[in-house]
């Protein structure tokens, strides 16, 4: 892993030493530079250069970036491993939430072409992710309350449409006193509610109370 880092961060430092010796030959002022501008193997032989003196430094270097990555890394996998397996998915899932926020900023700085402002636009795209990551952390269990309560309340509606299903039915006092609608009910071939008036009641009650 550390070679592939090393051969990695060499070959950054070539494109770098490239980025820069081109910018230098085409746009510096600096008199030195004119013997290199006098031919175009000469202009050749200058970027090459940079690109040999950048990649070396960063070959230097890359002991150190790769010392810092892995404490980097060992630090993530102690603070990840603390986490349960909740906590990680809403942290994946706010980071992505301030990834797609940051991305309405980030289309903009990346537009103006500049690498500083793609710099810029790295660093809120970072930042964005682990503000995100760690709200929906933090908020994990008034999260999962509001989805429970989203739940319940799609149940609920569920539930009251499947018992209001169908026209509702009046019932008078002589199909009560049969009795057979009883049965009929527990069949479920009746749909809807059954509605019973309250002068049906009142009568059914004085034929209760009646002698006969």
């Known amino acids: ?21 081109e910018a230098l030959i085409n746009k510096s002022e600096l008199a030195i530079l004119d013997y290199f501008r006098q031919s175009t193997g000469l202009t ?48 994946a899932a706010g980071a992505i939430v301030g990834l797609v926020i940051a991305s309405f900023f980030v289309s903009i700085l990346v537009g103006m072409k500049n690498i500083v402002w793609t710099g810029v ?35 609920k509606d569920k539930k009251n449409k499947s018992i209001s299903r169908g026209d509702p039915k009046v019932l008078d006092t002589s199909v009560i006193i049969d009795g057979r609608i ?16 309250n002068f049906v009641l009142e009568e059914l009650r004085h034929i209760a109370d009646s002698s006969e």
């Open 1 to 21: 892993m550390k070679k592939w880092l090393r051969g990695l961060f060499t070959l950054i430092g070539i494109g770098i030493g490239y980025i820069i010796g």
């Open 121 to 155: 636009a790295l660093l809120i795209s970072i930042f964005m992710a682990v503000l995100g990551a760690d709200i929906a952390i933090k908020k994990k269990e008034e999260l999962i309350n509001m989805f429970s309560n989203l739940k319940k309340i799609n149940n």
């Open 44 to 91: 050749i032989l200058f970027v090459v250069l940079s690109m040999i003196l950048f990649g070396i430094i960063m070959l230097l270097i890359s002991p150190w970036i790769n010392t810092g990555i892995f404490k980097l890394m060992d630090r993530l996998e102690k603070n990840i491993q603390t986490l349960s397996a909740n906590e990680m998915l809403f942290g």
């Open 182 to 197: 009883f049965d009929i009910c527990q069949t479920g071939f009746i749909e809807g509610a059954l509605v019973i008036p």
